[in-house]
């Protein structure tokens, strides 16, 4: 993946936010954008901008993963009590997810799985 590419990490929590972006920062990602809810995340996405998209699966829906479909690379972060999220996502084909607990070498790790 080329760093220079923008990330967008979609998350309602801050302190999600700042841990990823703390973690990117660190391993030279340097565009960096952020989006509190789908709403925000859709308006980034809707420019089909090439981002790579790190979702929480909490605003993982249909429509999203439309608008992730035109996007290359991108990442579903589900608690491993999300069973369910994990059943409906694999179900529609999504096998980009990565689960929590976060580890920084873990996240850097997928990440460079898309290169």
């Known amino acids: 993946m080329n760093l220079s590419n923008p990330v967008l990490i979609c998350n309602e929590n801050e302190e999600f936010r700042i841990l990823i972006r703390d973690i990117l920062t660190k391993n030279g990602f340097f565009h960096i954008m952020e989006a509190s809810s789908e709403i925000e995340a859709r308006v980034y996405l809707e420019d089909k901008r090439n981002f ?64």
């Open 52 to 115: 790579f998209v790190i979702l929480n699966s909490k605003l993982f829906t249909r429509e999203m993963f439309d608008l992730l479909k035109k996007q290359k690379n991108y990442l579903v972060f589900v608690n491993n009590a999300e069973r369910d999220t994990v059943t409906i996502t694999s179900k529609i084909g999504l096998k980009k997810i990565l689960s929590y607990p976060i580890y920084s070498r873990k996240i850097m790790k997928k990440i460079g799985s898309f290169v």
